[in-house]
C-alpha cells in the first residue's frame, strides 16, 4: 500500500513536470558577451513583466556551441564566430541557426603608466613580442626594439580557453592560438590588470572594460592601423573603424528552431533594438544603427547560417559581414 | 639513599623534559594560529568590504548589470534548496551505508575492498564527481541542469564523509552496549534501531555538518552539471501559479548558488561587484557558521539524553 503510495507521488512529479511550463528562453555560452546579453535579459523581463523567464550562463563560445548543437539552448553567446567542427555538430543535430553580431570589444594594450617609453605600437612590434618564435629570445624590451632600456619585458594575456585569445593570436600573429608560452596566463582578467599595474616593465592585453574599470592604474597603448594612423582604443575609435586590427564583433546565435517561440522572436528583436544603448553601459561598443537594423532584417527573414564559413577572420566590417551570404 | 648528585641530575632531566613540553605547547599554538589567523584576516578583510552593502535590497533582489542594485536572492534561494536535496539524499544513504558496514557486514575481503574505495572517494576530486554527474543525472537519467541534479551531485560528494563519520560515530559505542542487547535475545535490527543510533546520532550529525559545509561551498561540480549565471526568478513554489505546480516542480528549476554568483562578481571590470562579492562571501560564512551552530546545539541536547 504505502509502495504504491510513493510509485503515485513520482508518477505526478513527473506528469506535473512535463505539463508545466513557462516562456523559457536558455541562453549560455561566452563570459566576454554575458555582461551584454545579461543586461539585454534583465530589461527584457522588466519589459515583460516577468511572464517570461530568461537564463543566461558562461559556458564559454566553445561550451555554449555544445549545448546549443545538441538543442539544449535557443540562443548562444560567442565571442568568435562559429568553427567548421561546431557547424558539423551542429547540421549533425538537424540545428539550423542566424548568426547576428551584436557589439563590438576593443582588445585594449597595457603597460604600467610608469612606461614613459611606449604610446604607441605597430602590429609587427606586437607580433614582434608574441609571436612563437619570441619565446626564450625577446626577453627584454631592447630585443623588441634596440630604441628601447634594457628592462625585462613582463607579458600578461589571457588564457589559450578564451576567444580574447582565439582573436589576438590571429590579429598579431596571424594564426589563431599561437603565441608564445612564456607570458602569465590568467582567464580572470582582474589578475591581468593587477599583474601589469604593479609591474613597471609589463605589457598585456584584455578587453576594453577592464581597462576603462582601471584607467587609474593602466596606460593604454595606441594601435598603428593599416593606414598608418596611431589610434587611442575608445568607443567613438571604433565605431569610426579606425581602431584595427584589435576591434572584433561579438554574436548571438539564435537556433532556428526557437525561433518558432514568440517569447524567443521578441527577445531578439529586443536585443537588436536596445542592444547597442545597453553595450555601452557594458562598456562594449555599438554597432552601427544601419548594422542593427540590417542584421534585424537578416533575423526576419530567417537567413540561416554563418557569413565566416567556419573560418576566422581579422579586420572584416560588420556591414559587410551582413550584406554576405550565409553558409550553413 | 638518594646522594645530592643523583638529585640534581634527576632535577636536570625533569627540567629538559619540561622544556620541551613548553616547546611542544608553543609549536602547537603557532600551528593553530597559521589556520586561525589566516581565516580571521580573509574574514575580517571580506567583512569590512562586504558588510556596509549588507541590506533587505540584497537579500530580496535578482543579480543585475547595476552593482548598487544586484542582489543575491536566486543565489541564497538556489543553495538552500540544492542543499536540502543534497541532505535528504545523502543522509539516509550515507548512514545506512555506514549501519551496514559496521553491524552487518560480514567481515572478509570484499567488504575490504569496499572499505578502502570508500576512504580513497573522500580524496577525489570534486570536478571528477561533476564530469560523473553530467552524464549520469544530467543526460542519462535527464534530471537537466536542474537543482535535483545539483543536489544529487554533491550528495554523491559528501557520501564518503557521512559513511566514514557514521562508523566512527558506532565504534565509540562500549562493546558492553552491543553485547547487552545481543545477550537479551534482540535481533541486529532491534539494536541498531534502539541503541546503535540513538547513541551514534551525536557523532553522525557531526559528520554530515562537516559534509554539508563543504558541499555549501563547491563551485565546480555545480558549474560541470550547468548551473547558471543570471537567473532573475525563483522556482515556481508548490501549488502557486498557474497552472498550479505540483509539490516537487521545484527540484527541476534552474537554479544558481552562492559561490558561482560570488565568482562571477569577481571576474567583473567593475570595483562595485567585487564589494557584492565580498558581501555575498560574508553571507555565505554567515550560512556555514550557522549550519555549524545548529549542529553544535543538536548535539548537545542529544547527549544530554544519553545515559550510560
Known amino acids: 500500500m504505502k509502495s504504491l503510495k510513493i510509485a503515485a507521488v513520482v508518477a505526478s512529479v513527473f506528469a506535473a513536470t512535463a505539463a508545466y511550463a513557462q516562456a523559457l528562453i536558455k541562453i549560455d555560452g561566452s563570459s566576454t558577451v554575458f555582461p551584454v546579453t545579461e543586461a539585454v535579459a534583465e530589461d527584457f523581463q522588466k519589459a515583460k513583466k516577468g511572464s517570461v523567464r530568461v537564463t543566461v550562463g558562461i559556458s564559454g563560445t566553445g561550451g555554449g556551441f555544445k549545448k546549443f548543437c545538441r538543442g539544449e539552448t535557443d540562443i548562444s553567446d560567442a565571442s568568435r564566430p562559429i568553427l567548421k567542427k561546431e557547424m558539423e555538430d551542429c547540421a549533425k543535430a538537424g540545428i539550423k541557426y542566424v548568426e547576428l553580431p551584436v557589439a563590438f570589444d576593443a582588445l585594449t594594450v597595457v603597460v604600467n603608466p610608469k612606461n614613459s617609453f611606449i604610446n604607441q605600437l605597430t602590429v609587427a612590434e606586437l607580433k614582434k613580442m608574441w609571436e612563437p618564435a619570441a619565446q626564450g629570445k625577446i626577453l627584454k624590451w631592447k630585443d623588441v626594439n634596440p630604441a628601447w632600456p634594457d628592462a625585462p619585458l613582463k607579458l600578461f594575456g589571457p588564457g589559450a580557453d578564451s576567444g580574447t585569445f582565439d582573436y589576438f593570436t590571429e590579429a598579431i600573429n596571424g594564426k589563431s592560438k599561437s603565441s608564445r608560452g612564456d607570458f602569465t596566463a590568467s582567464e580572470d582578467d582582474n589578475v591581468l590588470v593587477q599583474g601589469v599595474s604593479r609591474d613597471n616593465n609589463a605589457l598585456g592585453f584584455f578587453g576594453f572594460a577592464y581597462y576603462d574599470e582601471n584607467k587609474g592604474k593602466l596606460k593604454a597603448v595606441q594601435i598603428v592601423n593599416p593606414k598608418g594612423k596611431a589610434v587611442t582604443p575608445s568607443i567613438d575609435a571604433v565605431m569610426a573603424g579606425e581602431y584595427e586590427p584589435l576591434a572584433r564583433p561579438i554574436f548571438i546565435y539564435v537556433s532556428a528552431k526557437s525561433m518558432d517561440k514568440p517569447e524567443v522572436r521578441e527577445f531578439v528583436e529586443f536585443y537588436l533594438k536596445e542592444g547597442g544603448k545597453l553595450a555601452k553601459e557594458v562598456k562594449y561598443v555599438p554597432l552601427g544603427a544601419a548594422d542593427y537594423k540590417h542584421a534585424l532584417d537578416n533575423f526576419s527573414k530567417k537567413k540561416t547560417g554563418t557569413a565566416f564559413g567556419g573560418e576566422a577572420e581579422v579586420g572584416v566590417k560588420v556591414s559587410d559581414l551582413l550584406k554576405r551570404n550565409p553558409k550553413e | ?308
Not at chain 2, 543525472?137 to 559528501?158: D, R
Not at chain 2, 553522525?204 to 549565471?229: D, K, N
Not at chain 2, 528549476?253 to 558561482?260: S, Y
Request: glycine residues 8%; aromatic residues 12%; proline residues 6%.
Open chain 2, 1 to 308: 639513599m638518594l646522594k645530592p648528585a643523583d638529585l640534581a641530575a634527576i632535577r636536570a632531566i625533569i627540567t629538559r623534559a619540561k622544556r620541551w613540553d613548553l616547546f611542544f605547547s608553543l609549536l602547537g599554538i603557532l600551528s593553530l594560529m597559521v589556520g586561525v589567523l589566516t581565516f580571521t584576516v580573509l574574514f575580517v578583510d571580506m567583512a569590512i568590504q562586504g558588510v556596509p552593502r549588507l541590506s533587505m535590497d540584497f537579500f530580496t533582489s535578482f543579480p543585475s548589470r547595476r552593482a548598487e542594485h544586484a542582489g543575491i536572492l536566486s543565489a541564497w534561494v538556489g543553495t538552500v534548496l540544492v542543499m536540502l536535496v543534497t541532505a535528504l539524499s545523502a543522509v539516509p544513504l550515507g548512514v545506512a551505508a555506514g549501519v551496514y558496514l559496521e553491524e552487518y557486514a560480514p567481515k572478509n575481503w570484499i567488504t575490504d575492498i569496499i572499505e578502502i574505495n570508500i576512504s580513497n572517494l573522500a580524496g577525489i576530486p570534486s570536478i571528477v564527481y561533476g564530469l560523473l554527474a553530467l552524464g549520469l543525472f544530467v543526460y542519462y537519467f535527464g534530471f537537466g541542469q536542474s537543482v535535483l541534479s545539483a543536489g544529487l551531485t554533491l550528495a554523491l560528494l559528501i557520501l564518503p564523509v557521512i559513511i566514514v563519520a557514521t562508523r566512527e560515530a558506532i565504534r565509540a559505542i562500549p562493546q558492553s552496549i552491543h553485547e547487552g542487547s545481543y545477550a537479551c535475545g534482540a535481533t541486529t535490527w532491534q539494536t541498531v534501531s534502539d541503541h546503535i543510533l540513538p547513541y551514534s546520532s551525536a557523532g553522525i550529525l557531526t559528520g554530515v555538518i562537516i559534509g554539508m559545509a563543504r558541499a555549501i561551498g563547491e563551485t565546480a561540480p555545480i558549474i560541470t552539471i550547468g548551473a547558471l549565471t543570471f537567473i532573475a526568478f525563483l522556482p515556481t513554489a508548490p501549488f502557486s501559479g498557474d497552472p498550479p505546480a505540483g509539490l516537487f516542480d521545484w527540484i527541476f528549476a534552474p537554479f544558481t548558488v552562492m559561490p558561482i554568483q560570488m565568482f562571477n562578481w569577481t571576474s567583473r571590470p567593475e570595483a562595485a561587484f567585487s564589494i557584492n562579492a565580498a558581501a555575498a562571501g560574508f553571507v555565505l560564512v554567515f550560512m556555514t557558521l550557522a549550519m555549524n551552530g545548529l549542529a553544535i546545539y543538536v548535539r548537545y541536547r542529544l547527549r544530554k539524553n544519553i545515559k550510560w
